[in-house]
């Protein structure tokens, strides 16, 4: 990504600004992704941690959590959409 088709924007995490640049169709969800971050840390702050890398190491972990359930979940229902489009398919054939 170059500088001309990328935007500079600052996003803060857990007080600390951070620089960075973005494409302009990313930048919304860098936002919101800062934000999600930022209600996770602020989860951690009832564990007495003193380092903010505590805060952030926790946050991680938890968000890495749920993207290993996503998976999971994802490989649960996947085939069982994969039988329901081979069905209509069937369906429509037969039309």
Same mark, same amino acid.
């Given at each position: 990504?170059t500088? #001309?088709n990328?935007l500079?924007?600052?996003? %803060?995490?857990d007080?600390?600004?951070? *620089? !960075?640049?973005?494409?302009?169709k990313? #930048?919304?969800?860098?936002?919101?992704s800062?934000? !999600?971050? %930022? *209600? /996770?840390?602020?989860?951690?702050?009832s564990?007495?941690a003193t380092?903010?890398?505590d /805060?952030?190491?926790?946050a991680?972990?938890d968000?890495?959590g749920d993207?290993?359930?996503q998976? *999971?979940d %994802? #490989?649960k229902?996947?085939?069982?959409?994969e039988e #329901?489009l081979k069905?209509?398919?069937? !369906? !429509?054939?037969g039309?």
């Open positions: 990504m500088t #001309e990328s500079l924007i600052s996003v %803060n995490i007080d600390r600004i951070l *620089r !960075l640049r973005v494409a302009p990313d #930048e919304q969800a860098v936002r919101m800062a934000q !999600l971050l %930022n *209600r /996770r840390i602020d989860a951690f702050r564990f007495q380092e903010p890398i /805060r952030l190491s926790w991680a972990l968000l890495a993207v290993l359930k998976q *999971r %994802n #490989e229902t996947a085939p069982a959409v #329901e069905a209509l398919e069937q !369906l !429509l054939a039309i």
